[in-house]
């Protein structure tokens, strides 16, 4: 199934870790296969991980757009993971994270990242 991107003026995004960027029209681009892609706004630069949900979410962003499987990005995913799980007591975000290990372990790692981005919600509730 087609996926459908439709692009700002000047927006970036990654597509099998090449960053692409847009010109200064709105364009519609349509994948025809399967593809690693990342929108600007989804991606996290190593400077910014600055909160444990964010320790969580970069490794797993790698590990998408990585073209091979590589066990030092898994064994942080898990390390911080594991830290996370410690610290939290609500039933409801520790089932959000069993959900985001097991898509880890069998490779969905876009979703996890979509359920990493409601974690980081959780997060910013708690922290602010």
Known sequence: MPLKI???PGEKFVLNGAVIENGDRRANLVLQNKAS???EKDILHAE???TPVK???FPIMMMYLSDRADDKLYDEFVLRMNEFMGVVSDPQTL???VNVS???MASEHYKALLGCRKLMTYEAERLS
Request: with cysteine; net charge positive.
């Open 48 to 50: 910014d991980v600055d």
């Open 95 to 97: 089932g959000l994270c």
């Open 37 to 39: 892609v990342l929108r």
């Open 55 to 57: 320790r969580i979410y």
């Open 6 to 8: 439709s692009l700002k």
């Open 102 to 104: 097991r898509d880890v």
